[in-house]
């Protein structure tokens, strides 16, 4: 979906549409569009890579649906592409693990991942940065990859191997996931403001009371009929819960139109 809206051939919905019509989609296509799907997944791969407690619904987990056009033209004017991204890692709070549409550099890797294409990037202490690709919808990677977990179980079974469960159960060393709202990251902001003086210095404000620094502010071209302007503000690395609480203050303000949209962005 994202690929396409990227390729500009359409909205969200009618790509989803068609998406659902060609098997890509689940005819309810909630769990993929929200995250859902990913956040259970990334829970199983962290139990895996870092011994941790959880499930999918410990993982914060953020969906596509509010994705919109407009800020996949400003992601490529500031050379960024949105994907979906599930990400772990180990840190100093705990291990990070989150799931949310982020801005990734045009030249990455992921970035590069298109149409039913999935891809997984595991760095390793001794192996550096590895990539890993493969088609992750359609009828026929999904029935491989369900008759090849069938045949698994049934060669576990015959030898008496047992289901393999057992590295999966965890003791009271397991790690704990780390708290979102603690964790630093760079932030994309897409407000519409109305064009007078003092609200810029409103919005400014805010953010500096966040303790938020700004690495750069675009205000686009005013709507003559509305007199309102796009505004894009990309901050440094910030605490989540300091730019949720900015947000939330910037929403407020008389001169903001519309919600504001927020989105991460990684550099990977």
Known sequence: ILTRMTRREGGYSEILADAQEKGF????????????????????????????????????CEGIEQVDTLDIEYARELGFTIKLLAIAKRGPGGVQARVHPAMLPSESLLANIH????????????????????RGAGQMPTASAVVADMVELAERKISGAGSGGGDMILDDGAACLADMS???????????????????????????????????????E?????????LIIVTHEARERSMRQ?????NALDGVHEEVTMIRMEKL
Do not use: W
């Open 115 to 134: 149409d039913e294409f999935n891809a997984i990037e595991v760095v390793g202490s001794s192996v550096g940065t590895q990539v890993f690709s493969g």
């Open 182 to 220: 603690e964790l630093e990251i760079r932030y994309y902001l897409r407000l519409l403001v109305e064009d007078r003086p003092g609200v810029l210095e409103s919005i400014t404000h805010i953010v500096a009371q966040g303790d938020i620094s700004i690495a750069s502010v675009i205000q686009k």
């Open 25 to 60: 989609a689940e005819p309810d296509p909630s769990m993929d569009v929200s995250g859902m799907d990913a956040a259970q997944k990334l829970a199983i791969l962290c139990r895996i890579a870092f011994h941790t407690t959880g499930t999918g619904e410990d993982v914060y």
């Open 246 to 250: 900015a947000v939330a203050a910037m």
């Open 222 to 230: 005013r709507d003559l009929q509305g007199g309102t302007v796009p």
